[in-house]
């Protein structure tokens, strides 16, 4: 029996290095991501810490100034969270983008595991002709030799 062979194998070889790059690739963005919003959650809590904070500094003796470093803390905050909720926005972008490019390269994949699997049955179907063709060869013969 014949060996079968691919011949886009070395292009299906590549697309499945392609994929377990995009695969990498899309790891490492959502693990980036999940890095940006372990820091967004770092700052809501400090945030969070600071707004009680106020609220104790507001009961009994007010201190004018510790009541205003409060205040600036909490802005600072404010903006610490503004631009991390940007980079988490942008994290989340270059997910999608990983992820929409995974798609992509999964897709083509499959495609050539598709073309790979039609050729295998093309060649097993020759394969049992080529079968057959000899069998009945040798039936033909054997009966020809049991006349003669």
Same mark, same amino acid.
């Given at each position: 029996?014949?060996?079968?062979?691919?011949?886009?194998?070395?292009?299906? =070889?590549?697309?499945?290095?392609?994929? #377990?790059?995009?695969?990498?690739?899309?790891? $490492? *963005?959502? &693990?980036?991501?999940?890095?940006?919003?372990? +820091?967004?959650? $770092?700052?809501?809590?400090? +945030? &969070?810490?600071?707004?009680?904070? $106020?609220?104790?500094?507001? /009961? &009994?003796?007010? @201190?004018?100034? =510790?009541?205003?470093?409060?205040?600036?803390?909490?802005?600072?905050? %404010?903006?610490?969270? =503004? #631009?991390? !909720?940007? !980079?988490?926005?942008? $994290? %989340? %972008?270059?997910?999608?983008?990983?992820?929409?490019?995974?798609?992509? @390269?999964?897709?083509?994949?499959? /495609?050539?595991?598709?073309?790979? =699997?039609?050729?295998?049955? *093309?060649?097993? !179907?020759? %394969?049992?002709?080529?079968?057959?063709? @000899?069998?009945?060869?040798? #039936?033909?013969? #054997?009966?020809?030799?049991? +006349?003669?």
């Amino acid at each position: 029996m014949a060996r079968f062979r691919y011949s886009l194998q070395s292009i299906l =070889d590549i697309k499945v290095k392609m994929e #377990t790059q995009a695969r990498q690739e899309f790891s $490492a *963005a959502r &693990g980036a991501l999940d890095d940006e919003e372990e +820091k967004l959650e $770092a700052l809501q809590h400090r +945030k &969070g810490f600071y707004e009680s904070e $106020a609220e104790r500094l507001r /009961t &009994g003796v007010l @201190v004018f100034r =510790d009541l205003e470093e409060n205040r600036r803390s909490l802005l600072v905050m %404010e903006n610490h969270i =503004d #631009t991390q !909720q940007e !980079q988490v926005r942008r $994290a %989340e %972008e270059k997910l999608e983008q990983a992820r929409v490019a995974l798609m992509g @390269v999964m897709m083509e994949r499959k /495609t050539h595991e598709t073309l790979r =699997d039609k050729a295998f049955e *093309a060649f097993l !179907q020759e %394969e049992n002709r080529a079968e057959s063709k @000899v069998v009945d060869e040798l #039936t033909s013969y #054997t009966y020809g030799q049991k +006349k003669a």
